[in-house]
């Protein structure tokens, strides 16, 4: 009761104060636009070991985060808002706990990465970041309770464990980040499904070219010979594929042919297993067919090639 009456204080205080110099509307209602995060993750286990091949990203992700990407350099009201949108997670945790007579674990609150190409010293300065041992110097954290770090992207040593968020970078940093990509083995999961995504990039940059910055047509330009080398393989694996298809359907009709003429039509069954055949099974099998006196020579060849 004394606490409302307090608030109450309070707000007709302010008023008067306030009053002379502008409108005041004292229990107005707010309502905020809708905040969004960049990306909000939630790792399946504590302990997922293949978050290592993502390197220092990998390690942020190890628990629950917040991530917040800018292309151009943060400003202090872009990561005061940051900080914002993570104590409303916080919050919302803490209702949810509550309305379950439960407390909310430290471990289930995410942490906010924010990731900026440079960050200048008077920002960092400004929110009091603090080095923390084994991790990089990049690495600036906003000390507790805001569970939050800036992470400066161009300031991050260029090597794999970093790859990943250089690649979020700009300008020189991007494109030599792109390069380590490209030198990946081919085999690597994240490699090609990110060039696509960087070629979905350069064509929306193509689409609004007069407009977008040097970095850009720089990023372009780098990305071009990439998009047509892999566009030429794709064509190239596309035609091949084509023509493997034309070589297995004629070889199916081929031995279906040849199978229909000696044991007369073969059930339906035995069609269809002729259809998964690959193309060197249907040329052995068009070799083998000239032995078979009976369909059980076919069954018993066709049950080989499943051993």
Known sequence: MTRFIHDQF????????????????????????VNRIDVFF???????????????LGKFAAFPALFEAFRNP?????????????????????????RK???????TIPKLWIITPTAPASLLSTFCVVQKPDWSSAVHFIPEPFR?????????????????????????????AINELKAL????????????????????LRIN????????????????????????????EGKQEGKQEGKQEEGQRLVTRQLNRRFGEINSSLADQIQALSVEQLEE?????LDFSTPTDFEAWLNQQQE
Do not use: F
């Open 285 to 289: 099998l068009a070799e083998a067919l």
């Open 148 to 176: 939050t770090a800036i992470v400066v992207v161009h300031k991050l040593p260029c090597n794999t464990d970093t790859l990943w968020l250089r690649m979020l970078g700009r300008g020189k940093v991007q494109q030599r």
């Open 101 to 107: 007579t439960a407390s909310v674990e430290t471990l």
């Open 74 to 98: 943060a400003t202090e009201d872009e990561v005061t808002e940051c900080v914002s949108k993570l104590l409303l997670v916080k919050s919302e945790l803490q209702r949810k706990a509550h």
């Open 185 to 204: 083995p081919l085999n690597n999961p994240y490699r090609q499904p990110t060039l696509e995504l960087l070629y979905n990039l350069q064509q929306h």
């Open 42 to 56: 939630s790792p399946l286990s504590a302990k997922n070991q293949t978050l290592e091949v993502l390197g220092l």
């Open 209 to 236: 070219e007069n407009e977008i910055e040097e970095d850009d047509r720089e990023l372009i330009m780098l990305l071009e010979p990439l998009y047509q080398r892999d566009k030429e393989l794709a064509r190239q």
């Open 10 to 33: 309070a707000k007709e205080y302010l008023k008067l104060l306030l009053k002379p110099y502008g409108k005041v509307t004292p229990d107005r209602r707010v309502i905020s636009e």
